[in-house]
């Protein structure tokens, strides 16, 4: 442990930090209480962040995931670019689904608002939602390109000066399955965004905070803490190549991550090419994936921020399924995204076998659902989990979201908001990979399609021919499975299911850690 | 009519006892040893000895209301029943599955609780209900009862049946109870739908058996405290307060037992609604602080706020998601790991930090002499001046000041870069800031503005931290009660006795129809007075009120509305409508308009009326000149000399002074800092009044 000169005395600079989590936390509370759709209030599809003036994160609320805490900064700075600082005016509420600004792919709405004190810009409140719907042919891995995947946002103003740019919610009321529960989560996110702006501007006024310093100091001390732990890693170039199922032919993702005295450099040259379907992580997505399990092998303690990442890079070709070009489709990035967790723990096991976990039975699976019934229509994204990696001192988990953190909708709910009966839900007892520590089990979910009309099915979903592969002689778990009425289907295709079929989804188990002990 | 009622409130380390004498105004509190290997033994014995040390007999006893750690222990230590389950084909696991959510994003290592009941005790009959509640799979009658014999193969001393939809009907759920029961006449069973009859299965299963689990244990015990208390002629109404600060007698207690994990958090909260109430201060927000952890909760004209779900026996004390959640009505308070036990410490950051692990009681903090090395907030505490080394629980405890500055200088000053003074305000401050950023989170939460608030403050470390909390929070007064130390069980005998029921029918407010409601309302008032009726006087009448959960459709959270008394017509969904709408407006800033609403689960309370109950304060002799002590204070610099009273010896209604001062009585110590004011009002209150304009 080394000091970093911060310019705060240890006991300020902790009070201060904590305060800024407080307020993140809360906005997060206000937008789970305040939402519509189940993603944000059920399955925690959702992130708050603080960011300094320039869009470096502060703070992110405790429980936020992954992937939106580590490209809502990006979304954040091309904001500043395309809106330099002089045009915005308080009141401003800023939007985007562009999946290269953003988040990756359509579904996923950013929400930005600036914080100005006496007329100057001093931070801005951020969120990031995954809407019920975002029209399209509803997310499947076999959209051709992006214009298939729905309606998309450019970056514009949601709020100007605070009045509401009634033609863009219009626009999004048109174009949506479900447009009560779309306009309603988005306010509930600017509901979220002004209480986080309220509360900042408060603490800076009555601790007469100097926010620039603050922001300096929380950066300074969380780097030097990440450069730290790099540096107790051995130098030197760390491999690895992690298969996926693809659509066509399987795909793999190639790392060679270097670990430099205190920095990590992470190249995936000769990962596969992007592909016409909907697999493709744009650069942004696939930052966040890569910088977070790094996170979690150095500094799983200090909270999470810019300076965390910053001995941090990560560059994979443009033209790759890392860095598609527009307008290739994106809707389920998570099918690649998900597996960067999996390459950067094999790379490293050499060097740190204490601490890596094997492969989950990644990515998170859903079963994305739409149709008509007597309420209307009706869009949903039932969520679910494979089981965890094994590591080298403990059992996986069975059904736990990794490396995402999207809870599963709770079955009663799922019924009470699409005319489908759940016939099962149960853990698939062996699937878990054998090892010294086992890897967790996967999860079954057999869902039947009730009503009057038939809907349309589209999944994610993946490891059906490539499973979780154990870590350091530990064994594979079982890969997944998804069933039409009993017969093994594609899931990467969308297709329409009729009254009383039923779709059984198997999610993987995780892999096992170390060599099976013989009997 | 003779009206004494007696409070017994069973703690981790001590039993209180709280007599009152109504007709007499007399007050009688007495502490003794908890007995863990049978708690009934300490609480017969502490009766025996409270009763002859003050001269009195049982015979005027005519109510007793009881709070008790035992069920959330139970959960914790895993102490329960061998318990099974039946529950609908195909979802055995749903209790092992939980919500594959991970309550800490960066650690890889993360536990989750393993569930009560293990696999194969876990038993699926073919039954389903739909989502509105129809039957689609009729009950397998035959298949319950070969479930049920299995179980008995495995000695199980309790069964949970849990059904899906079970909320929304619980024909199937009873008809197997009844099938169990004949087939096992002697083991305890808990149905969903009479537990937690709300939707989210994983929730409500897990709540369920959490009952089950620990009914066996609550009934042997309410018995035996029944009898036992009955064999020494306190043959009287045993009440027991329930999570929520409502009363339930022995019987519906030991049915549903899960419903009082948290009765002495609940009766905490009362006593500090009670007193501030008394003295004109509303609302209020809870404060008490232990050894280990601070609780807060914000009372509103007496009510503690509510919730319809908590979390208890978690894997990480402090992280929320990593226990069991019980969806039951509980005061919604928050624990933080903030005690005079919490360990500071260095962090990885060369930040300081403190708790939430912390000291307890052995090996306790440095300043205890008793092994502990750590240093501590109560270290920190007394190297500032705050604690009197001599005067430590009433001074049957030497503190060892030389130690406290050794650890803290050893292990924080120098590491840091400060002086040991700093180091620990340092501890001070940032205990003081840890629940002051929970509290305010909590409070937002609500939907409040905490500068509205009073600050009551207990336990033992409450009102040495309590200015510092409340000016954080933007504060403006703090009321330490007297004996503040010791002053929770008191909340036992504040409370009206009162018993809330609830139903779930969800229904859209423009759909509904009134007869079907009326009926069920009408059900539950009868019932819920039925069982009230124990603890009305003569001739008295229990007031009921009722409320509704509501939300906009397909919200996943409702706000609890109060509805109108009446017969459920047009005018009565109006005027519930209306109610809404008010009430999301305050909580949230706006309505939205044009989206309809529904109406999800239908509660019912009945009250008696509030019975009269006083702290009193210990008065002795005239006002004595106060010593003079050397106090560091955060904001101040230096230390100040300040005068240190004896708390007995203030007398009653008396002027404001200035602080700084610092006030002492047995149980726990008032730290004043310049430039607030400070007066005891004529209940014995110590009342702050922090001054404006400086904030940390």
């Not at chain 1, 308080?90 to 929400?111: F, K, M, R, Y």
């Not at chain 1, 699409?418 to 869902?447: C, F, M, N, W, Y």
């Not at chain 2, 009362?270 to 501030?276: E, P, R, W």
């Amino acid at each position: 442990m080394r000091q970093t000169d911060t310019g705060f005395d240890p006991v300020s600079l902790r009070i201060l930090w904590n305060r800024l989590i407080a307020i993140v936390d809360e906005a997060a509370a206000t937008l789970r209480r305040t939402s519509f759709s189940t993603l944000v209030r059920e399955s925690n599809d959702f992130a708050c962040v603080l960011l300094d003036r320039h869009g470096n994160s502060l703070v992110q609320n405790s429980a936020a995931i992954p992937s939106f805490i580590g490209t809502l900064p990006i979304t954040v700075r091309h904001f500043l670019e395309l809106f330099p600082i002089e045009t915005l005016r308080p009141g401003d509420v800023l939007t985007t689904n562009d999946p290269w600004l953003a988040t990756g792919h359509l579904p996923d709405i950013s929400v930005v608002m600036p914080i100005f004190q006496d007329g100057s810009l001093v931070a801005l409140s951020a969120s990031v939602a995954h809407l019920p719907d975002v029209g399209g042919r509803i997310r499947s891995a076999d959209a051709r390109t992006i214009y298939e995947e729905g309606l998309q946002v450019p970056p514009c103003k949601l709020f100007d000066a605070g009045e509401p740019n009634d033609l863009l919610f219009r626009v999004i009321r048109q174009n949506v399955r479900v447009p009560d529960q779309v306009i309603g989560d988005i306010m509930a996110q600017v509901a979220a965004n002004s209480l986080a702006s309220r509360r900042l501007l408060r603490l800076i006024d009555q601790t007469a905070l100097d926010l620039p310093r603050l922001a300096t100091a929380i950066h300074n001390v969380s780097e030097q803490a990440t450069r730290d732990a790099i540096r107790d890693i051995p130098d030197g170039i760390y491999r690895s190549e992690v298969l996926t199922d693809g659509v066509d032919e399987r795909l793999h993702i190639r790392l060679a991550l270097t670990v430099e005295g205190d920095t990590i450099d992470c190249d995936f040259s000769g990962t596969s090419s992007e592909v016409d379907y909907a697999l493709n992580s744009v650069s942004n997505y696939t930052f966040a994936y890569t910088a977070y399990p790094l996170k979690c092998l150095t500094s799983p303690d200090v909270p999470n921020n810019e300076g965390s990442v910053r001995p941090i890079r990560v560059h994979a070709p443009e033209g790759t399924i890392l860095n598609p070009r527009y307008p290739a489709p994106v809707g389920g990035r998570a099918m690649i995204g998900h597996f960067l967790a999996a390459a950067v723990f094999e790379a490293l096991a050499p060097a740190l076998p204490d601490r890596v976990q094997a492969p989950s039975g990644s990515p998170l699976w859903c079963l994305n659902l739409a149709g008509a019934h007597e309420d209307g229509q009706f869009a949903v994204a039932y969520f679910l989990n494979g089981g965890q990696g094994a590591m080298q001192d403990a059992d996986g988990m069975p059904c736990l979201s990794f490396p995402s953190n999207v809870s599963n909708t709770p079955v009663e709910v799922m019924e009470h908001l699409a005319p489908v009966r759940v016939e099962r839900k149960q853990i698939r007892r062996g699937s878990g990979g054998a090892g010294t520590h086992r890897g967790g089990d996967g999860q079954r979910l057999d869902v039947r399609l009730l009503g009057s009309r038939p809907a349309t099915a589209a999944f994610l979903a993946d490891r059906l021919h490539t499973p979780a592969s154990g870590l350091l002689g530990g064994l594979p778990g079982e890969p997944g499975e998804v069933l039409l009425n009993g017969e093994p289907i594609n899931p990467k295709r969308q297709r329409a299911v009729a009254v009383d079929d039923v779709l059984s989804l198997r999610t993987p188990g995780g892999g096992g850690y170390g060599p099976p002990s013989k009997i | 009519m003779p009206a004494m009622r007696l409070g017994i409130d069973i703690g981790g380390t001590f039993t209180d006892f709280i007599l009152t004498d109504d007709d007499a105004g007399a007050q009688y509190v007495w502490k003794t040893l908890t007995t863990p290997q049978d708690p009934v033994d300490g609480v017969i014995s502490g009766i025996t000895d409270c009763l002859e040390h003050h001269g009195l007999s049982t015979d005027k006893i005519r109510l007793t209301v009881h709070a008790t750690t035992l069920i959330t222990n139970a959960l914790i230590e895993r102490r329960g029943a061998p318990t099974g389950l039946i529950t609908t084909e195909g979802f055995a696991d749903l209790l092992e599955i939980r919500r594959e959510l991970r309550y800490d994003l960066y650690d890889l290592k993360i536990r989750l609780p393993d569930p009560l009941v293990p696999r194969e005790r876990r038993l699926e009959v073919r039954e389903r209900i739909d989502a509105s509640g129809d039957i689609v799979v009729p009950l397998d009658e035959d298949q319950v009862r070969s479930s049920a014999r299995k179980l008995a193969s495995y000695n199980v001393d309790a069964v949970a049946v849990c059904f899906l939809h079970g909320y929304r009907n619980p024909w199937h759920e009873r008809r197997a109870a009844e099938i169990v029961r004949s087939e096992l006449p002697n083991v305890a069973i808990s149905c969903s739908s009479d537990v937690a009859p709300e939707i989210r299965e994983y929730e409500r299963f897990c709540t369920t058996v959490a009952n089950a689990y620990v009914q066996p244990l609550a009934g042997r015990y309410l018995t035996a405290m029944r009898s036992r208390l009955s064999n020494n002629r306190v043959a009287v109404p045993l009440f027991v307060m329930l999570s929520n600060g409502g009363f339930t007698d022995a019987d519906e207690a030991s049915n549903t037992p899960v419903r009082f994990v948290e009765s002495g958090p609940a009766a905490g909260a009362l006593i500090a609604g009670h007193v501030a109430s008394s003295a004109g201060y509303d609302p209020v927000l809870a404060f008490d602080m232990g050894g280990t952890t601070a609780k807060l909760c914000v009372v509103e004209g007496e009510d503690p706020v509510l919730t319809h779900s908590i979390e208890v026996a978690r894997v990480d004390r402090f992280k929320r998601g990593s226990g069991l959640p019980l969806m039951i009505p509980s005061v919604e308070l928050i624990e933080i790991g903030a005690g005079g036990g919490s360990i500071a410490r260095v962090d990885e950051l060369g930040l300081l930090s403190v708790g939430p692990e912390s000291s307890g009681a052995e090996p306790g903090p440095a300043c205890y002499g008793q092994g502990g090395k750590a240093p501590t907030v109560t270290d920190a505490d007394l190297l500032l001046g705050y604690l009197n080394a001599a005067y430590f629980l009433g001074g049957r405890m030497q503190l060892d000041p030389c130690a406290a500055r050794d650890a803290i200088e050893t292990q924080l000053a120098r590491r840091l870069g400060l002086d040991v003074e700093r180091a620990a305000v340092g501890i001070h401050d940032l205990v003081n800031e840890n629940m002051a950023t929970a509290a305010g989170v909590y409070i937002a939460e609500l939907g409040r503005d905490p500068r509205e608030f009073t600050l009551v403050a207990t336990g033992g470390a409450g009102p040495v931290h309590a200015v510092g909390v409340a000016r954080r929070l933007g504060i403006g007064r703090v009321l330490v009660p007297p004996t503040a130390g010791v002053a929770s069980s008191a909340g036992l005998l504040v409370a009206p006795p009162r018993i809330d029921l609830a139903v779930s029918l969800p229904v859209r407010l423009d759909r509904m129809e009134g007869a079907q409601i009326d009926d069920q309302l009408q059900n539950l008032e009868r019932e819920a007075a039925r069982r009230l009726s124990g603890a009305l006087g003569a001739n008295e009448q229990p007031t009921i009120e009722r409320s509704v959960d509501m939300r906009y459709v397909n919200q996943g959270h409702e706000i609890n509305v109060p509805a109108p008394s009446g017969a459920v017509d047009s005018q009565f969904s109006a005027a519930l409508r209306e109610n809404f709408e008010t009430t999301y407006q305050e909580l949230f800033g706006r309505t939205v308009p044009g989206v309809p609403v529904e109406c999800i689960t239908w509660r019912v309370s009945a009250r008696a009326s509030r019975p009269d109950l006083r702290l009193r304060a210990g008065v002795r002799g005239n006002t004595e000149t106060p010593r003079q002590r050397a106090v560091r204070f955060a904001s101040h610099g230096e230390r100040h000399e300040t005068p240190v009273w004896q708390r007995e010896s203030l007398g009653l209604d008396t002027d404001w002074r200035i602080g700084p001062a610092v006030v002492e009585e047995a149980e726990s110590t008032t730290v004043i800092p310049p430039d607030d004011r400070w007066r005891i009002d004529m209940h014995g209150n110590l009342v702050i009044e922090i001054a404006a304009g400086r904030s940390t």
